[in-house]
């Protein structure tokens, strides 16, 4: 399977440009060019920059000037500090992974659909010049499975579009169940080799989601060990999750988690990649602050091995904030050791 050599290792900056209150207060100070000079220092390649079509569209569509300008900082502080730049539309106008945005009818209306096409070429003229220093991600988290067949052809349609302008930029492109590994060997075959599979893990859901507010059927004061067994993580995802994805195929249901379980996790997309000769990358992977500081870095040291066994570029979600923050102090007495396993 191809690498994505610039992509291998990464943070994701969410919370700035995109699931915030949109306001220039946001913009100007959430993320400071020192932000950026400090993830240079920790040894990775690529920051991916999630953005909401609200920085840069008014309601009617017309283009804010004021919000591409924040994109352009962003490509310009990372150029400066030797990073790399994934540019991830995080919500289209009519949809959002998130059903609190109430954004509705994308994948039904022609109308909203052109808009996107549009937006991607702007985005593209204006940023293409980069060259491999940038990369764009279509859209974040399709959530239904029954929008895959829509999604290919709206897919397909951006592509192409983006192509007339951009030839040669790196296009990520992810499936339904919000970016599930499972949905890799439905995503439409690659249009050129420029194209970049992406997928996110949160596996298991019940360890890096225990007491997450937002996740249906959690109980809040939930808190489970990463020592648990395979059977006892099931269990609880039984408990505590409307979605289940704890599955101990080929695993033994009296360990606790190890790479084994990975390793069967991402096998069947890992050879989807192989076949298509299409880069493998993680663009969203973390565990939440309430888990046990230590138990969390061994969660990050065993997907990580993972990765680089198989060479599946990924960006930690998140620097900052979001539930999820590196930065936060929950991590600070592991941190050295964290950053090396980014």
């Not at 991830?88 to 808009?115: I, V």
Request: proline share 3%; glycine share 8%.
């Amino acid at each position: 399977m191809r690498r994505w050599k610039g992509y291998e290792h990464g943070v994701n900056l969410g919370g700035w440009l995109s699931q915030c209150d949109h306001t220039r207060e946001r913009y100007d100070n959430f993320i400071i060019e020192d932000d950026i000079r400090r993830i240079s220092t920790w040894g990775l390649d690529h920051i991916r920059v999630p953005i909401d079509y609200n920085l840069v569209e008014d309601g009617a569509g017309q283009y804010k000037e004021r919000g591409f300008e924040y994109i352009e900082r962003a490509a310009e502080w990372a150029g400066k500090h030797g990073l790399n730049m994934i540019l991830d539309l995080h919500k289209t106008y009519g949809f959002s992974f998130d059903p609190g945005h109430k954004e509705e009818g994308f994948f039904e209306n022609e109308a909203y659909q052109e808009r996107f096409y549009s937006l991607w070429e702007e985005l593209a003229r204006r940023f293409t010049d980069l060259g491999d220093r940038i990369a764009f991600e279509l859209l974040n988290e399709v959530t239904d499975k029954e929008y895959c067949e829509t999604w290919n052809r709206i897919a397909a349609t951006c592509i192409a579009r983006i192509r007339v302008i951009a030839p040669k930029t790196k296009i990520l492109v992810g499936g339904y169940w919000n970016n599930s590994i499972a949905a890799v060997k439905d995503i439409l075959p690659p249009a050129d080799e420029n194209i970049v599979y992406n997928f996110h893990c949160y596996e298991p859901l019940i360890f890096t989601h225990q007491g997450a507010y937002w996740a249906p059927g959690m109980d809040p004061a939930f808190r489970i060990s990463i020592h648990a067994s395979y059977k006892e993580l099931a269990a609880a995802s039984e408990k505590n999750l409307t979605q289940v994805t704890v599955s101990m195929e080929g695993v033994d249901e009296n360990a606790s988690l190890g790479p084994e379980y990975f390793v069967h996790h991402f096998g069947e997309a890992v050879k989807v990649a192989e076949e298509r000769d299409v880069p493998l990358y993680c663009g969203e992977y973390g565990v939440i602050n309430l888990a046990d500081p230590q138990e969390s870095l061994e969660w990050y040291r065993i997907i990580s091995e993972v990765f680089n066994r198989f060479g599946i570029g990924r960006a930690a979600w998140s620097y900052k904030e979001m539930d999820f923050g590196l930065i936060d102090g929950h991590m600070s007495d592991v941190f050295s050791e964290l950053i090396k396993e980014l």
